[in-house]
Each structure stands twice: as structure tokens, then as C-alpha cells.
């Protein structure tokens, strides 16, 4: 059974920042895909990044130079460090995970085979 478990969101100024992780069974993150996507109220399911087994990663423009996706091995935890946060980040944002261990570019929200129960991003 997959499990995403997302924590770290809150509510915090424009320019601040939040570190959001995500706790994933050790099967799940050593094989898989993982990424960020979010929800915005009122609006559609929007990709943030995504990052392979390997560590690379990719980003959607608007938050290039602003967040960083990384990987703890050790803890099998995927973090989303999201720096010079903006009113338009405002969103539940989702741990995501597809069932592949080469992800090769940034995946839409759709492609994502399994995700957690979102956390909320407040920017003010």
C-alpha cells in the first residue's frame, strides 16, 4: 500500500519561506518518480516539480530560482524548500508519486499514479 504523508505547510508573509516534506514508505521512494503539484482555490491542479531516483530536477518557470525539491535518502523523505514565497503560491500543495524510477522531464499532476492528502500554503 502507498502511502504519502505531507507536513510543513502554514500560513507565513510574502518573501517568507516553508519547507514542506513528505514521508513515503521505503518502496515507494526508492522506485518512484516523486514531485510537487498544487491547488490553488478556484482554480486546476498545476505542476510545481518533480525529481528522479537520480535527484534531478525539473520546475515549473514560475518557481524556478524560488523552490528547491530534494530527496533524503536516509529518511525516505521528499522535501519542497519554497523561498521568496508569493500571494500567488497560495495553495494545497501535493506529494506525488508515479510508478516509474525515470521520470525524464516535469510530470503533470495526472501522471502521478498515487499522492498524499495535501498540505495548505497560506503566502500574504
Known amino acids: 500500500h502507498v502511502q504519502l504523508v505531507e507536513s510543513g505547510g502554514g500560513s507565513v508573509q510574502a518573501g517568507g519561506s516553508l519547507r514542506l516534506s513528505c514521508a513515503a514508505s521505503?518502496?515507494?521512494?526508492?522506485?518512484?518518480?516523486m514531485g510537487w503539484f498544487r491547488q490553488a482555490p478556484g482554480k486546476g491542479r498545476e505542476e510545481v516539480a518533480t525529481i528522479g531516483t537520480e535527484g534531478t530536477p525539473w520546475y515549473i518557470d514560475s518557481v524556478k530560482d524560488r523552490f528547491a525539491i530534494s530527496r533524503d535518502s536516509a529518511k525516505n523523505v521528499l522535501y519542497l524548500l519554497m523561498n521568496s514565497l508569493k500571494p500567488e503560491d497560495t495553495a494545497i500543495y501535493y506529494c506525488?508519486?508515479?510508478?516509474?524510477?525515470?521520470?525524464?522531464?516535469?510530470?503533470?499532476?495526472?501522471?502521478?499514479?498515487?499522492w498524499g492528502q495535501g498540505t495548505q500554503v497560506t503566502v500574504s
Open positions: 521505503e518502496d515507494t521512494y526508492v522506485r518512484n518518480c
Open positions: 506525488a508519486a508515479k510508478r516509474t524510477n525515470w521520470c525524464g522531464r516535469l510530470l503533470r499532476p495526472d501522471e502521478y499514479d498515487y
